[in-house]
């Protein structure tokens, strides 16, 4: 791959940038775009997205960290995204490297790159932006000239098939942890230590995991023996955590892209972490304890957004918005001061059990676009079992409450899939939707839409259901059929996931470090953009297994022991394996847990010293 300077790679991409795709994705001069002066920093660092500019653009993590870092004036922070099918196509025909966006750096002339693990789909994509940099994908095939490539974000919980690619992942929240990092990276630039040197000083910190000092072996069956750490390291690498979160840095002069991103419109974090324990959900378990910002920290943070990025909408996000002790209040507060502006409010979620109609008005008096509720399961057995504190009475309370409202366009979230679903279950999908449909009619909406969607349940890391297999791809899709035909109603649209995409997912989120081989091939055979249905390719996949004789199914389809070693046993979220297993058996029972913030503690381990104390409700 040719060497050139930034300005000679910038002048011969804006030759061709006008023949491809978005090509707004490629320049880097948005407002608020930040940028420094390369000989002024002493370490630079690229933020990398391993997915389309307009889908990391919508992330606020990228925001956090890119504006935190770059508030070091010892540090450079700038920013790179997977270049789409066609932008990476000009780049190989013409030899030249991936660069960042606000300098036209290549990415191989930065001290450090940091990739943000979202989703297990996009695992394909860091490999191809690594080769697309001429990086090389071995870390033990990088030299001292090389980057260090870093990686975070909820798949480090597990990490492992990306072990041998990555020099060290970062666990947890990084607004704390990672400056200390870069700092450590200074020092070996400016006093070099060797490379097993400098990684068992970077272990110190808490919540960085360096794979190469954790050595695992395997039983003859294939499942793991034991997972061994090096005396010099920590036997099990604990999270990183910011403990006062009304403190924690937040952007408030955010970058405004010139085209149209996924979540177009300013970003307000109200409160991190979120206590009502749902089985399946992984962000649940590993951004716990919950923690919120006061109103005054958030309006003072909303009057800033509003002067420096011109957006009319403001969501206030979180995990569970709904859920934020003063929601209500603040949302009158901002649409007080900023509503003569023309600025609005949004949730991007509403919670059956606690949907207020007037707040949802309020919110959306302009136009009433519709409402979305994820209630999860068709019956109320199987809510139980996967801890989802909602009723049938919840929801058509809810969406009745709503459609004498105005509202005509309701949109219902599903799984399938789930641990012990029967028939009966998928039928209360269709009946749930079908009563939602004619308690609208006969309220008098006229064009009535439900949309139903049904998404596949895929076991992830750190979660009660760890344990669980996935279900057969041949009894989902009859699942899937099933609810097709019996949902055929004109009021009535029903979408679902395609479970080819779901069981890969489920290969990776329950797999170990022999897939490294599986990712590297698969992106040598075309693999990229997985989790986009153009771009994935089935039968590539299942030739790559069976090429390199991988069982997909002893990752997605196996039922584990609760004394089986699981590949990230020694990476931890602070949610203990006594609780997740206690919680599994509640499951099995069908039995609720109660929210601790509303009750009693329930012993997950996230707060010290804090008694054990559960509360079982079928």
């Not at 990084?174 to 020092?187: C, D, K, M, T």
């Not at 097709?484 to 979408?495: F, S, V």
């Amino acid at each position: 791959m040719s060497e050139l300077t930034a300005a000679e790679l910038r002048r011969q991409v804006e030759m061709f940038l006008p023949k491809v795709l978005k090509p707004s994705r490629y320049l880097g001069s948005e407002w608020n775009a930040i940028k420094k002066d390369w000989d002024k920093t002493d370490v630079h660092m690229a933020f990398a997205f391993p997915d389309v500019y307009e889908v990391g653009m919508s992330h606020l993590g990228t925001k956090i960290l890119y504006h935190l870092v770059n508030t070091f004036p010892e540090f450079l922070c700038e920013r790179v995204f997977a270049p789409w099918v066609d932008m990476e196509e000009k780049l190989r025909q013409r030899n030249l490297p991936l660069y960042t966006l606000e300098s036209f750096q290549p990415l191989k002339a930065f001290d450090v790159i940091g990739f943000t693990l979202q989703y297990e789909m996009s695992f394909t994509n860091i490999l191809n932006m690594l080769d697309l940099a001429g990086i090389p994908l071995h870390t033990e095939e990088r030299g001292a000239e090389d980057p260090w490539i870093i990686a975070g974000g909820p798949c480090a919980f597990n990490p492992e098939p990306l072990v041998g690619f990555v020099d060290f992942f970062l666990l947890g929240e990084s607004e704390e942890q990672f400056p200390q990092v870069l700092r450590l990276i200074a020092e070996q630039k400016k006093h070099p230590l060797s490379r097993r040197e400098f990684l068992i000083r970077v272990a110190q910190v808490q919540g960085v995991y360096v794979p190469d000092f954790y050595h695992v072996t395997y039983k003859a069956d294939g499942r793991i023996e034991d997972i061994k750490a090096e005396p010099e390291v920590p036997s099990a690498v604990e999270k990183a955590l910011v403990q006062d979160f009304d403190q924690a840095f937040f952007p408030t002069n955010p970058i405004v892209p010139y085209m149209e991103i996924v979540h177009d419109r300013m970003m307000l974090e109200v409160m991190r972490g979120c206590s009502r324990g749902c089985r399946f959900c992984q962000a649940g378990m590993i951004y716990r304890p919950v923690r919120e910002r006061s109103p005054e920290t958030l309006l003072k943070q909303t009057e800033e957004l509003v002067r420096s990025t011109g957006y009319d909408e403001i969501a206030l996000t979180s995990l569970s918005s709904g859920d934020y002790t003063c929601i209500q209040p603040i949302i009158r507060s901002i649409m007080e001061k900023h509503s003569a502006d023309g600025v609005g409010v949004s949730l991007p979620s509403l919670r059956v059990d606690s949907f207020d109609v007037d707040l949802a008005e309020s919110i959306q008096k302009a136009r009433k676009s519709g409402l979305t509720f994820a209630p999860e399961a068709g019956s109320q057995r199987l809510r139980n079992v996967i801890n989802k504190g909602v009723t049938e009475e919840n929801l058509l309370a809810a969406v009745g409450a709503a459609f004498k409202k105005g509202w005509s366009n309701i949109k219902l979230y599903f799984m399938v899939g789930l641990p012990t679903e029967t028939q009966e279950d998928i039928d209360g999908i269709a009946d749930l939707a079908k009563k939602v449909a004619n308690l609208g009619t006969q309220l008098g909406r006229r064009n009535v839409n439900v949309t139903v969607s049904t998404s596949i349940f895929v076991p992830k890391a750190h979660t009660p259901f760890q344990w669980e297999p996935q279900e057969s791809h041949l009894s989902v899709e009859q699942k899937q059929k099933y609810l097709k035909d019996k949902l055929r109603d004109r009021r009535i649209k029903y979408n679902y996931h395609d479970m080819k995409t779901s069981y890969l997912e489920a290969v990776f989120a329950k797999g170990d470090r022999r897939l490294a081989p599986l990712l590297e091939w698969a992106v040598k055979h075309g693999c990229r953009f997985d989790g986009w249905s153009e771009h994935f390719d089935q039968e590539t996949w299942m030739q790559g297994f069976k090429e390199l004789g991988i069982d997909p199914h002893f990752y997605a389809n196996r039922a584990m022991d609760y004394d089986d070693i699981l590949p990230w046993e020694h990476l931890e979220s602070g949610v203990t394996k006594r609780f997740l297993v206690e919680e599994h058996h509640r499951a099995l029972q069908e039995a609720r847990t109660i929210d601790c913030r509303y009750d009693v503690c329930t012993g997950c381990g996230i707060c010290p010293g804090r008694g054990v104390q559960i509360e079982l409700k079928g």
